[in-house]
């Protein structure tokens, strides 16, 4: 058999196995996506959401620079956290929204930045020239 003819056999039988491939491909990914939305909507019936009240002097430390601890909070706890706009009584709402064992977690943690802030004093003192 010639390099032609075998050329012209497998060309054909080539193409079809690539539109096989792509199909198969296709056809995963579509059947995937359906069941991630039914793992999802099984588990927003689990989902939770708590609100805690920070003092609004520790906003800034809960939330760090550029947002960093509240990032690191919400990937370690795979929660959303969000707070309000509104001071009331020297404090913000913070919304945590996720599972209920993750929420608490973040609820934890928040805690504990809070509680770990150093507490500073200042006094003034006079200097006799």
């Known amino acids: 058999m010639d390099s032609s003819r075998l050329k012209s056999g ?14 198969g491909t296709l056809y995963y990914f579509l059947s995937k996506k359906d069941e991630d939305e039914e793992k999802l ?3 927003a019936n689990q989902w939770t959401h708590v609100e ?4 609004f002097d520790s906003v800034g430390l809960v939330i760090g620079r550029q947002g960093s601890n509240i990032k690191l909070i919400q990937e370690r706890t795979n ?3 969000y707070f309000s706009d ?7 709402k913070c919304t945590i929204r996720g599972s209920e064992d993750n ?8 805690m504990k930045a809070i509680s770990d802030q150093p507490i500073i004093e200042t006094e003034e003192m006079f200097v006799p020239v």
Do not use: N
Request: aromatic share 0%; hydrophobic share 50%; glycine share 12%.
């Open 10 to 23: 497998l060309l054909p039988l080539g193409g079809a196995l690539l539109l096989s491939g792509v199909a």
């Open 79 to 81: 929660t959303k956290i």
């Open 86 to 92: 509104d001071e009331v009584d020297g404090h913000k």
């Open 52 to 55: 805690v009240q920070v003092p």
């Open 41 to 43: 909507q099984g588990k």
């Open 103 to 110: 929420v608490i977690l973040a609820q934890k943690l928040i």
